[in-house]
């Protein structure tokens, strides 16, 4: 029962939602990119220090040979063979730059181990230049790492708490160069949505034309906006179009879609979903086996021996489910509480919507990940 009435508050909740969303309207700025204003992925190979026993063991060999390297330059030569320290492990650190940092910008960082370390709880990243896949270091990244758990082994007992072998180190990436400049060609400049859509794209040129004047913007695809800066906002107040430009607001259009992940019984139903006309009932079969031992004692004086036999009951229960009628054109308002009077499962509606896609019912697409 409480799991119903659990599911049946999930439901609601998640129908109020959807339905103080619908005319919602969003900021261009988070819908859309400046061309240009991506971020700069950067990615580094480090050794992380000062791990308590932790760090990688005899099956990461370029550990040792990485710290061998590191102490030739400290003027210390050794043999890589004979480093087996405990307290080292190699990692690759990645991060997200802005495209347009100053030497000198501070930036979070993440660190992932690479060998066999069990937890990188309690060390510190060495210095390590930060590229990107075309070589060009942008900057570094070092300072102690957060876990936010640990990963504590004793023989064969252990105790985790989070995932310790990936953390992070807050503002530990500096940059040491200068990011990129906008320039715009002939007064020009290009939003990118982040989803294309053809329908978004026209509302986006019909919120730039109505608020800066007509014919400024034009859709060069499902995904571009062309847009020609009004004379007023040229030779230095660029920006200050920008700004005025992410701040548009318009609706955006999104394809129905219903989305299942079947491996945490989640279900996402969009808000133009629609069914066609279809009957829907859910029920279920239970069966209980109950063994109950019965004892078989033999008459007193007899060469008999006491005997025990399992007695096996078998209980057959299935649930009666009404069955409930879908017409045409329903919304998704509708199939919540339709969904909602059977006292489906987030499990049960996975199965119900598989069945509805399957009989043509679901005018949505189903995506399962």
């Known amino acids: 029962m ?3 009435l659990k599911s049946s508050l999930i439901i609601c909740l998640f129908l109020c939602l959807l339905l103080t969303s619908v005319t919602a309207e969003v900021r261009l700025k988070d819908i859309a990119k400046l061309e240009g204003a991506g971020t700069k992925s950067v990615i580094g190979y480090g050794l992380v220090i000062g791990l308590n026993g932790t760090g990688d063991r005899y099956r990461s060999p370029f550990t040792e ?16 063979d004979d480093i ?16 347009f940092v100053r030497p000198g910008t501070r930036f979070d960082i993440s660190v992932s181990s690479i060998g066999d370390a069990s937890s990188l709880a309690g060390g510190t990243l060495l210095p390590t230049p930060l590229s990107e896949l075309d070589g060009v270091v942008w900057g570094s990244g070092r300072g102690p790492i957060s876990v936010g758990g640990f990963n504590i082994q004793s023989g064969r007992v252990s105790a985790r708490k989070n995932y310790t072998v990936v953390g992070r180190v807050p503002n530990g990436g500096v940059a040491e ?4 400049t906008l320039a715009f060609d002939q007064g020009t400049m290009r939003f990118n949505l982040n989803a294309p859509d053809f329908t978004t794209a026209q509302r986006v040129v019909e919120a730039f034309n109505t608020q800066f004047g ?33 701040a548009l607001t318009l609706e955006i259009d999104v394809p129905a879609r219903v989305i299942i992940n079947e491996r945490t019984g989640t279900v996402v139903v969009g808000e133009n979903v629609r069914l066609r006309p279809a009957a829907i009932t859910h029920g279920s079969i239970s ?27 078998i209980t057959v229960n299935e649930s009666q489910t009404p069955m409930v009628a879908i017409p045409e054109g329903t919304s ?23 069945a509805l896609k399957e009989a043509g019912s679901l005018q949505a697409d189903l995506v399962i990940i």
């Open 2 to 4: 409480r799991r119903v």
């Open 65 to 80: 040979q990485s710290l061998a390297n590191m102490l030739v330059r400290f003027g210390i030569t050794v043999n890589p």
């Open 84 to 99: 087996q320290p405990r307290n080292v492990a190699a990692v690759m650190v990645t991060a997200e730059m802005h495209p």
């Open 177 to 180: 160069r200068a990011g990129d």
């Open 214 to 246: 007509t014919d400024i913007a034009r859709a060069v695809d499902a995904s571009g906006i062309e847009i020609q800066v009004p004379q007023d906002y040229r030779n230095g107040r660029e920006i200050e179009f920008i700004a005025a430009a992410e």
């Open 287 to 313: 069966i209980a086996v109950n063994s109950a031992p019965i004892i078989s004692q033999p008459g007193p004086f007899s060469s008999g021996n006491t005997v025990v036999r399992p007695l096996d009951q």
């Open 332 to 354: 998704i308002g509708e199939v919540a509480a339709a969904l909602n009077s059977l006292g489906v499962t987030p499990v049960d509606l996975i199965a119900i919507f598989q």
